[in-house]
């Protein structure tokens, strides 16, 4: 399953994540901190679903009351 979203409140403007059989097998993300976005994604590679989502879910950024992160939980909840 391919997940194309367009996250709000944050910098990145899109995230495609592929995912197969309940299993994250690549995260792209557009705009943001490229370094630290690249470090998640790649952290997640090989993740189930369900644990990306319980460790992400509820991050914030600074002030904000979302984050990239919290985003990408989002983006996940889609592949359930």
Partial sequence: ?????????????SFHIEV????????????GCSGNLQGISS???????EQAIDRLEGI???????SCPDQIAKALKKAL
């Fill in 60 to 66: 914030r950024c600074g002030a904000k009351q979302t």
């Fill in 20 to 31: 197969e059989d309940g299993t994250i097998q690549d995260i792209q993300v557009v705009g």
């Fill in 43 to 49: 952290l997640l590679r090989g993740m189930k679903v």
């Fill in 1 to 13: 399953m391919n997940i194309d979203y367009i996250p709000r409140g944050v910098c990145s403007r």
